[in-house]
Structures are given as structure tokens and as C-alpha cells.
């Protein structure tokens, strides 16, 4: 079976540019999270999707953050434009009843 | 507002010894509990998961307990090995979407 895909793997970008994550779920797996993990800290949920749709995205930085989720199966997370405090590592994860796995994450520097 | 905490962030052991990690959390209406594993550079893997209804759960060397209403739960990992060296994270479900909470995590290494 294979897992959650992520890319890019890493990535640097100056203050204020833009930035997208991909992520392929498993197959047959209705619900995708992002979550974001600063260094030293434990994930933090941005989004959950059920299908193509958002089922909560309280925490998610509404001004700058965007994500889709394109027919049920891929999405993409988006940052426009990037602040410092960004700096972290994006995971993309899917479950199927309850049972999670997540991709090996993006790890995103903002110079 | 629920808050995961994980108390020691880092532990040292040598090889062979009984590995304790706790988890305690504020809110004792919680659906679910999960232990992970995270490596360096790596994504996060699922070890136990605990609904709310059960006292504990077991899977090979790793047991894992739950006390909902002192808000706790221990993982022990019996007679440590040092591919046991990782960062262990524990995570609170509210409710069955599958949203989790996460601690920060304890980072243990395994000394041979």
C-alpha cells in the first residue's frame, strides 16, 4: 500500500513570497489534514477536509493560508504571503477510521 | 480549551530498561487517545490508539494506559532497544471527526 506523498520536501523562501505544498493521500481515504509543526512543538491541525469538503479549518490563517482539495483526492496547501513565524513543517495526513498516516512533511524556511 | 501535555520532554535510557512516558491532558471528555512515533525528518507513525471506553491497549512490547478522569495516559515500552530512539507524541481525538490534539512530545534516546 502505498503512503501519503508529499512534495516538495524541503523549501526556502524570503519573507513575503509564495508558497505551495502538494499532498496525495491514500487511496480510498475520505478524510486529508494539514497540520503545521513549529520546531520543538507537537502538530498543530490547519485543516481537515471529508472528501472535497472543509470540515474544519478554525485554526487555519484565513488572510495569508489557502487549500483545496482538488475531487476528493489531492490538495494543495498555500501561503501568500509567507512571515517569518511560518517557519515550520507542513504534514499532510489521511485516515481511514481513525487510523491515521501522514506524509514525511514539508519543511519550509522563511528567510 | 484542552491542553496535551508530555512531562519529560527528553529521556535517556540504556538498552534493556523498561521505558515510562506520560501524557496527561485538561479535558477529560475525549473520544479517542493515539501514541505516535515520529523520526528525524520523518513523518509520524501510529502505535496504539485507545478509545475512550478502554483502560489500555497493547501491541507487541508497547502497552499503553488510560485514566480519563485524572486525564492521563502512559505509554511503556518493555526492554527498550535503541531502534526505540525517537520522538513519542500522544494525541487527544474530541470527538470521532478525527481532529487531534498533540503534546509536544518527548524525544527519548536508547543508549546500547
Known amino acids: 500500500e502505498a503512503g501519503v506523498a508529499q512534495s516538495p520536501r524541503y523549501k526556502i523562501i524570503e519573507k513575503r513570497q509564495s508558497v505551495a505544498f502538494w499532498c496525495n493521500p491514500i487511496s480510498g481515504h475520505a478524510t486529508l489534514y494539514w497540520y503545521q509543526q513549529i520546531l520543538g512543538q507537537g502538530p498543530k491541525l490547519l485543516i481537515q477536509f471529508q472528501n472535497n469538503g472543509v470540515v474544519d479549518d478554525s485554526q487555519l490563517p484565513k488572510d495569508r493560508f489557502s487549500a483545496e482539495r482538488l475531487k476528493g483526492v489531492d490538495s494543495t496547501l498555500k501561503i501568500q504571503p509567507a512571515k517569518l513565524e511560518d517557519s515550520a513543517v507542513y504534514l499532510c495526513?489521511?485516515?481511514?477510521?481513525?487510523?491515521?498516516?501522514f506524509g514525511q512533511g514539508t519543511r519550509l524556511t522563511v528567510v | 480549551k484542552q491542553e496535551v501535555t508530555q512531562i519529560p520532554a527528553a529521556l535517556s535510557v540504556p538498552e534493556g530498561e523498561n521505558l515510562v512516558l506520560n501524557c496527561s491532558f485538561t479535558?477529560?471528555?475525549?473520544?479517542?487517545l493515539q501514541w505516535f512515533r515520529q523520526d528525524p525528518g520523518k513523518g509520524l507513525t501510529s502505535l496504539l490508539l485507545i478509545q475512550s471506553s478502554q483502560r489500555e491497549q497493547t501491541s507487541g512490547r508497547l502497552n499503553a494506559s488510560l485514566d480519563k478522569s485524572s486525564g492521563r495516559s502512559t505509554l511503556y515500552i518493555a526492554a527498550s532497544q535503541p531502534g526505540d530512539s525517537a520522538t513519542y507524541l500522544c494525541?487527544?481525538?474530541?470527538?470521532?471527526?478525527?481532529?487531534?490534539?498533540f503534546g509536544a512530545g518527548t524525544q527519548v534516546v536508547v543508549t546500547p
Open positions: 479535558d477529560s471528555a475525549i473520544y479517542n
Open positions: 495526513a489521511s485516515s481511514l477510521e481513525l487510523t491515521y498516516f
Open positions: 494525541a487527544v481525538a474530541p470527538d470521532s471527526w478525527g481532529k487531534l490534539q
